[in-house]
């Protein structure tokens, strides 16, 4: 059994491992077409690929099994479906993003970066504390470390660029 929890743009090392395990007569089930590609093209050339190999393909949810000539027949009927859908979520999350900007929602993670915070990355480096003594100090990460105090550099130098937005600052 091979599973995977990346997504299936670019390299997937667990399914190249399977591709290298199946054999002439082999069936490879998965859960659903999609876990094989997010395309049609994708899907059907694997499939097409895999069959010249002598591979069957099953998809569970989608009840087809390339062994028979109705799930030959049906595959790329629901590889289509499924790449539909995909298209049709990715629209919606757009939209839904949209809207949310609109009411004035902040997206993504809050963040950690304060004014307190900043002045005593800003404080404790002038006393010439190393970025993991300022990371644990602070109780944030050294790569958040780096970043304030490159920002508050580059605020102080007037160089433009990022910036830091603090909210209640």
Do not use: F
């Not at 097409?48 to 595959?75: N, P, S």
């Not at 800003?122 to 003594?133: F, G, I």
């Amino acid at each position: 059994m091979y599973a995977e929890k990346i997504s299936s743009i670019g390299h997937r090392p667990g399914w190249a491992a399977l591709m290298g395990e199946v054999r002439k007569g082999d069936v490879l089930t998965v859960v659903r077409l999609d876990r094989i590609g997010r395309k049609l093209s994708e899907v059907v050339g694997c499939c097409d690929a895999l069959a010249g190999e002598g591979v069957y393909v099953r998809a569970l949810a989608q009840q087809i099994d390339t062994r028979t000539r109705e799930g030959r027949m049906l595959l790329p009927l629901w590889s289509a479906l499924a790449e539909t859908e995909r298209s049709l979520i990715v629209e919606r999350t757009i939209a839904g993003l949209e809207a949310a900007r609109a009411r004035g929602k902040n997206l993504g993670r809050p963040t950690v970066i304060t004014p307190a915070r900043i002045d005593l990355c800003e404080t404790l480096r002038a006393q010439k504390h190393s970025l993991q003594a300022i990371a644990q100090a602070t109780g944030l990460g050294e790569g958040t470390v780096r970043k304030i105090l490159q920002l508050a550099e580059d605020r102080r130098a007037g160089k433009d660029g990022r910036q830091l937005r603090l909210e209640g600052a």
